[in-house]
């Protein structure tokens, strides 16, 4: 086998951009390059591969015995076509979705494709408002905004509390998978793939455009209801042009990855998934998460399947630095054939880069790209793009072919702002938010600030510099950088603290709601595995670690707005139902202050169970 590409020079485009400036401090920024010419509809992706490698593997599976099984490109295309023509001949009314409840599988991932080969949007719930909620409320909110005319759930005695909870708001037809039990009017999986009107599927692709509405995908709905933004076939194939165009490397070596991020967000579906799509590659759909007891099964396939580029958010990456040094076999196999690593979804703490350059250094006597990009739902989801070897982490990169980034001061910092065909068209059925989500020159406001990593070289790339929003002023008037706060709070109290919330809004002082990393508080401690965690997160050795972690923030410098004096251990994890942490594992600031308000007037108040540096 021939050595992968590593050098980031030939993986890589060369980072340029164009700067404008104008007299209100005002800054456009854009690629020099023209986005190229993109597909129609992703079903041209799928066609093509389907003729160029019909016996490649592009999908796969553990099944019951643990054994990898899937369909191959032309397999896929077959049971895509068959799936397309049972769902035209149901005729649903013009915009009615199929909507799928469950976790990513193969079976999601034909009928995702037969939806889009044809026109039909398709729109993924979070399993977590089906599984792991107990009233239900955003997933009858969501069904009662979609009227879905399908709706497709993996095994039915887990989805039935779910099904129960939205019975009697919706007229859809119920597709259960393969194998499992049929609740009362259900039908099997298979029952789709029995047509074949090859007429209807072909002229129902003809008319697919770039305008038709591909997907819906909704936001994580921290703090009000999630927003359905429309996806439509230009965004994701535009998307998927310019991330070829910075990444010329896909076009010479199809991709092979090894993923678990949900299909219901943008970075696991638009990105990752439909990359795959795009480049005719592989995709072994991984069952494990980035938590405990579950990424076990995220390990057990690494050791299995080298992946070419491997895709995960902060925790994960955490996760997987303590696995790769435990276990050298691991540790060859991942890094035998990997070109890049990519982390999004939130910051990767620096010491976590660090690990993860030096591990693969170790492994193939050269670092190995660790990149990121930046967007969202709205943008589907790339917009910029790191696409060199930055020299820390946090560096987004530049914007890509085809996409626009103004600039704009804000309270002290620099909103961005995004414009480009990659760009939402609006949000479903909610015409004032559509509104208000974009300015005056059409750029939508996604939220975000950032600064250059050098202003006197815009090449350099520009930082993620945390929500607008989120960042507040302490009593003395000084502002606090939430988000670069919590980068480093995590990094000083590494590999006690999973996640930080920041407080101390109109405060003197900043505090920590922090979120414990079970694991090596308990192995600190000493005690079992299955310790209580009131005990755990009691024990003298963890809170005497977690105060010198507070200790050297504080004397890292720079102020009171840059380290906290007080912290809170949380014993109760984060909240799905409320919000508090998404499918792809990261917390959500605004909503955990919200709800655990009580929590931090007990921090602000000091007392037995704070740990205080004053």
Request: proline residues 7%; contains cysteine; neutral net charge.
């Amino acid at each position: 086998m021939n050595a992968p590409l590593r050098n980031p020079t030939q993986l890589f485009a060369a980072p340029l951009v164009t700067l404008e400036k104008r007299d209100d401090g005002t800054m456009l920024l854009r690629s020099p390059v023209e986005l190229g010419r993109y597909r129609r509809c992703l079903g041209e992706d799928l066609e093509h591969w389907a003729r160029e490698a019909p016996d490649r593997q592009f999908l796969l599976e553990r099944n019951a015995s643990g054994a990898w099984h899937g369909v191959t490109w032309s397999q896929a295309l077959d049971k895509v076509r068959r799936i397309a023509a049972s769902l035209l001949a149901l005729r649903l009314p013009a915009g009615q979705p199929v909507v799928v409840l469950s976790d990513n599988s193969i079976e999601h991932a034909l009928l995702m494709l037969a939806c889009m080969h044809v026109g039909i949007p398709y729109a993924a719930i979070s399993p977590a408002y089906s599984l792991m909620s107990q009233d239900h409320a955003k997933l009858k909110s969501l069904i009662r905004r979609l009227q879905p005319g399908v709706i497709y759930t993996a095994t039915a005695p887990r989805f039935a509390p779910a099904l129960a909870a939205i019975e009697g708001i919706h007229q859809a037809r119920l597709v259960v998978a393969d194998g499992s039990e049929l609740p009362p009017g259900a039908q099997p999986f298979s029952s789709l793939v029995q047509a074949h009107n090859q007429a209807a599927v072909d002229a129902a692709f003809h008319a697919v455009g770039p305008d038709t509405v591909a997907k819906i995908l909704f936001t994580s709905g921290s703090i009000a209801e999630p927003k359905g933004v429309i996806n439509t076939q230009r965004m994701l194939c535009s998307s998927q042009q310019a991330r070829l165009q910075v990444w010329p490397f896909l076009a010479q070596t199809p991709p092979v990855i090894v993923d678990w991020l949900p299909w219901n967000h943008t970075f696991g579906a638009n990105h990752n998934f439909n990359l795959v799509l795009r480049h005719g590659g592989t995709l072994y759909i991984d069952s494990g998460k980035p938590m405990p007891g579950l990424f076990d099964a995220s390990i057990a396939n690494l050791r299995e399947i080298a992946p070419t580029i491997y895709f995960n958010v902060p925790r994960g990456f955490d996760m997987l630095v303590s696995a790769l040094r435990a276990d050298p076999a691991l540790r060859r196999n991942f890094f035998s054939r990997l070109q890049v690593m990519f982390y999004a979804g939130s910051a990767l703490p620096q010491h976590l880069w660090e690990a993860l350059i030096e591990l693969s250094q170790q492994e193939t006597g050269q670092p190995i790209a660790m990149v990121t990009a930046w967007g969202s739902t709205e943008t589907s989801p790339l917009a910029a793009d790191c696409h060199f070897q930055a020299t820390r982490s946090g560096v987004i990169g530049l914007p890509v072919p085809g996409t626009d980034l103004k600039l704009v001061p804000t309270a002290g910092k620099l909103e961005i702002r995004v414009r480009g065909p990659n760009v939402m068209p609006g949000y479903l059925n909610q015409p004032e938010l559509t509104a208000k989500a974009f300015d005056e020159e059409g750029f939508y406001r996604i939220g975000d600030a950032v600064r250059f990593v050098d202003p006197g070289r815009p090449e350099a790339g520009l930082v993620f510099d945390g929500r607008v929003a989120e960042d507040f002023k302490l009593s003395s008037g000084t502002w606090v950088n939430v988000g670069a706060v919590r980068i480093k709070g995590v990094e000083m109290l590494a590999p006690l603290a999973q996640d930080i919330v920041v407080t101390g809004h109109d405060r003197d002082s900043i505090g920590f709601l922090l979120f414990p990393n079970m694991v090596p508080c308990r192995q600190l401690a000493g005690l079992a595995a299955d310790a209580p965690v009131a005990d755990v997160l009691a024990h003298p050795a963890v809170r005497s670690r977690l105060k010198q972690g507070l200790q050297a923030l504080k004397q890292a410098g720079g102020g009171s707005s840059t380290y906290a004096t007080r912290a809170l251990l949380m014993a109760e994890p984060p909240a799905v139902d409320a919000g508090e942490i998404t499918d792809k594992g990261y917390i959500n600031q605004s909503a955990v202050l919200a709800r655990r308000a009580g929590l931090v007037d007990l921090l602000n108040a000091g007392g037995v169970d704070v740990i205080d540096l004053m």
